[in-house]
Structures are given as C-alpha cells and as structure tokens.
C-alpha cells in the first residue's frame, strides 16, 4: 500500500492535470500569463487550421517554453510531450511558432517551461504573424516625427470620369474618410538603448511582446489618424513627440496586438534643425515632412503644419495653380481621345498635383549623423551637371540630394524655391524632390501642355535628385538606390 502522502500527490496531480484542460476557441487568441501549471489546450475540429503561438515574456528560468501538440484526437488522456507518437512540436523562431495542419479530430497542444504566452487556433491563415509589410518613416524634426503603418487597406479609387462630362476632381480635395476596425499600435526605442535596457529586435519579435515595452516609453503620440498618403492604400499615421535629438530609433507596428511589421529606423534630426513637420493636407496627401516655414508661425499650442494650421498665404496659391492646370487639362477632349494607350487625364492630374506638391512644399533634410558629409558643400549653379549621386570607390556611399540654402540676406532675398513661404531666418538643407516626380507628369500628361523636366545631362541635378530611382538615361529603376528612401533610416530625395 501507498504511504498516504505519496497518494495524495498522485491525487492532486491528477486534478491538475484535469482542471487546467481547456478549450481553445477559434479564431480569438487567448492569453496566459505565467505560471506554475502551464495549460493544457484541447484544439477545435477543423479540416485545416493554423495553431499560433507567440512568447509575450520568456521565462525567467531561461531554457524557454516549448510547445507540442498532437492532431491525432482532443480527447486523448496523454499530454502531448517530446518525442511522443504522433507528436509534434511547433519551433519557435524570435518567440513566434506556426504550426499549419488538418485537425479532423481536434487535437491537445501542451506547453514544457514557464512565461507568458499567447495561443490562436485559426482557419484563416494564422492569429500571430509577421507581416511582410514594413511601416514607413514620413520624416522627422530634432524630437517629432510622422510614422504611418504599412497600408492595411486598398482605396476605392475615383471612378474614371466619361465624356463629354469628364470632370477632373476639384484643387481642394476633400478630407478622406475611412473607418478602420483595425487596433493599431507603434513601438518606439532608441536603436541603441541605455544600458540595462534590451534593443527592442532582441525580444521577442510577437506583438504582445512589443506592446509591453510601449506601455514603459516616454514618446507620445500627439496625433494618430488614418491616411491615404498614396495610391498605396490606408495607413495609420502618428505624429510623435519627444524624441531625442540626433538618435536613432528603431519602430514597430503591431496590427490587432497580434501582427508585427517592422523593424525600420530612422533617426532624429540634431537639435539646430529648424524645420516644422506639415501633415494632413486633403489636397496634398502626399506631403508629410518638414518644410522651411518659420516655426514661429505655428499657432499656439500646435507643434506641426496641417490643413487648419498652414498658412493660407502657402495654400491659396498653389490651390489656384492646380485649378488653373486643370483648367487647361480639360481643353483636351478628355475621355474622347486618347493621347495614350497607358495613361489618362486623370492619372495626368494626379501626377501633376503629387509634382507641384513636392516642389512646392520645399522639403528639408539633414545629412545622417552616422555620414556627416553625406551632402554637397557648396550649392550648385543652375548650369551644373546632375549632382544626385556621387560615385565612391566602393559604390556604396550614395550621399542624399541635400542642398544648402542660405538665410536670407540683407536686401531680403528669400531663400526658398517658394516664394509664398516665408523666408527661413536660417540656414538650412533643402532635400531635392526625386526627378522620377517630374518625368511622372511627363509621362502622363498630353504633349501640347509642354510639361518639361530638366534632363539629367544639363542641369536637372540643380533642382532634382537624379539618378536614385530611374537611371541617369531614365532606365526606370535603375538608379543607384532604385528607391528614395530605404528601411533603415536612409532618405535619398524627396520622393512622394
Ligand atoms: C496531423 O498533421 C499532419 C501534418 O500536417 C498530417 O500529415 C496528418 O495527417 C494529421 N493527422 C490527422 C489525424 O489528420
Ligand atoms: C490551410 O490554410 C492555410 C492558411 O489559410 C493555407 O495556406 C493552406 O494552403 C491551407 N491548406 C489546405 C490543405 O487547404
Ligand atoms: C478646402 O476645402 C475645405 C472644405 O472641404 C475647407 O474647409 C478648406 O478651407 C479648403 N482649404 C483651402 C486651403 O482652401
Ligand atoms: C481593439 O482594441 C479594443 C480595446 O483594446 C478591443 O476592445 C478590440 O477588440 C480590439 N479590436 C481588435 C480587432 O483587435
Ligand atoms: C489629428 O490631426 C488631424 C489632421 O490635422 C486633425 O483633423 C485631428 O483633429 C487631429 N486629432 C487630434 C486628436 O488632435
Ligand atoms: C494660369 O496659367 C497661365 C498659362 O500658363 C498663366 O499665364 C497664368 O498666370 C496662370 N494663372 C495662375 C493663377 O497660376
Ligand atoms: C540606424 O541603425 C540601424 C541599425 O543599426 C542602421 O542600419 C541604420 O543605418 C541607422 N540609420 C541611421 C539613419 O543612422
Ligand atoms: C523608458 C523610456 O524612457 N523610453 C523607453 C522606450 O523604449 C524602451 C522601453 O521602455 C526603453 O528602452 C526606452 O528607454
């Protein structure tokens, strides 16, 4: 006979294996903190299911949790463990497991370790994920910067309009609307933390993970909202305040607590830089970074440029400029004759808003602060020869078209390519609009509206950055970078 006390041990291991038994539902994740009884999890039915699993904190006992399960029967008695027949376990990789498979029968997912962890049982596609979609850097100040989410969402487009009642959109674009059912959440650290701290890609990369470490930041969110800044699609955007000047950050979205996308990083501007952000401008969606308009023209309490905000003196004009492009646009007999098999009046609008957006909102920049002289010292005459890319021994050192611009001087020059914002009491960088933002109009518009770019072999380089997307003899994306600007923080040109 047993001793007593061995008996009752065998007794409450049995409750125990009994009372932590759970069904997991379908297509709901569910959360475990940490503990000492690790569940056991009966899997739904289903022809063809994706069980994932995601770490949220790793245990602190170090070896890990490991996960097993088995599609044979939920109503097995044996707990699925290693090495058991029919058994399988799921690998975890950066705190992420996927496991994909016919579960006919149901099934038992056991979990070996101790820490916190999710689970989702889904049949479609898995609950945790890693998305193959990045975020994407607007720009950034001394401490600001505009972040959107990678697009989430496709936009209804415009139907294209007929003729003879082929109306071209109006200059002032309404303010899109969308209404996301979409969680979203930005992650945010400096890429080399302070010591003691981890670097945000050495946890786990799972979104519970991730938005643990938001709940402890000091940056703020002072705006979030969605935006179609490009015929890409929807986006969450966030305006962010209290950065570090001159630091690199490195940032995550997660998508529903459940989906990560990223890392990108991008770093702050040093703390001298005197440009404000300007966001949200119905008729120029597209412009999301910082522009030489003196700061002190911001109202009070407001720390970036949108369409409330910016001052009409910018805004009329160039509204008018639109209207009177489309005006002329539309003495062509627009959606009768095809100028084109490719393109239409409308696509033609649509670059042409997207160019004299670029160009008008003059943006700012600032050479990294890993390759400070990653720009052109001294500013380039109107007659120069392309300035975009400089070639190195190495061909890897591909300096941005920064140009420097002087504050302006006694007689009261102004030192913009726009003469409708206010003069800049400064010196600054101005980041040149890609050139691919010029030859788009070009290929776009109808020939007897004479739109010209400057060609890379005279002086296109005096005023665009060339050679970064397209070639220099225009061999669409074979330039040096193929884009304007990459993941890790590297802007090149202005390429909206
Ligand atoms: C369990 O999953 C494996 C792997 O997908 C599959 O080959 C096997 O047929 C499944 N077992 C049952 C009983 O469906
Ligand atoms: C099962 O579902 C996954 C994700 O939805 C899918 O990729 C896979 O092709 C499906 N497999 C079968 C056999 O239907
Ligand atoms: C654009 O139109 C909106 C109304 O749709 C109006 O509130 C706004 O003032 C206009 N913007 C400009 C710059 O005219
Ligand atoms: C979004 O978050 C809210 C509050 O945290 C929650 O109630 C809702 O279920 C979440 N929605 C999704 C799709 O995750
Ligand atoms: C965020 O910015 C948009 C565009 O400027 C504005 O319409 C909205 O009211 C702002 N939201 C908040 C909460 O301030
Ligand atoms: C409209 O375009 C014509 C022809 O290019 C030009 O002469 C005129 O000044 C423009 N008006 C405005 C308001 O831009
Ligand atoms: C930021 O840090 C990442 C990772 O170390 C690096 O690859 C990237 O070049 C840095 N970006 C800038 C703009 O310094
Ligand atoms: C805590 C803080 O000041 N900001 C943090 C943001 O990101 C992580 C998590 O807290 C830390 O490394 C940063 O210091």
Redesign the pocket.
Known sequence: MLPTSLLCLLHAAIVFAQATRQQLPLNKPLSFSQSNSPPILIIPNSGNLTVSIAICSEDPGGSGQRFFLTNASSDSPNVPGPGGNGVYEIILNQGLGIFNGPFPNGGVLAVNGQGSFEVGASDSGPIHAILPTFPLLGDTTSSQALLFSAPFAAIEAAPEPTFPSYTLPQANLSIPQYTSTHNFSLILAPTTPQSGQRKLTDISQTGCALNAQQSSNASTAINQTLWSRDADGWRNQWLIDGLTPSTNYTAYVVQDNTKVSGPIYFATKSSAFPCPLVHSLPYCPSVAYSVPIPASLLPSGQKAFDSDSLPSGISNPLL??LT?FTT?LSTFPCGRDMYSPLVTCQDCQIAYRRWLCAVSFVRCGESSPQRLDSFTATPVASTATGMGVRPTAAGQEVPSALLPVSAPTASGSPNTRNQNIPALNTDYLMLLPCLETCTAVDRACPPFLQFRCPLPKFNAGASYGVGYIDGFGGDKGGGVTGVAQDRWGNVWCNGV
């Open positions: 008018a400029s009177n002329m």
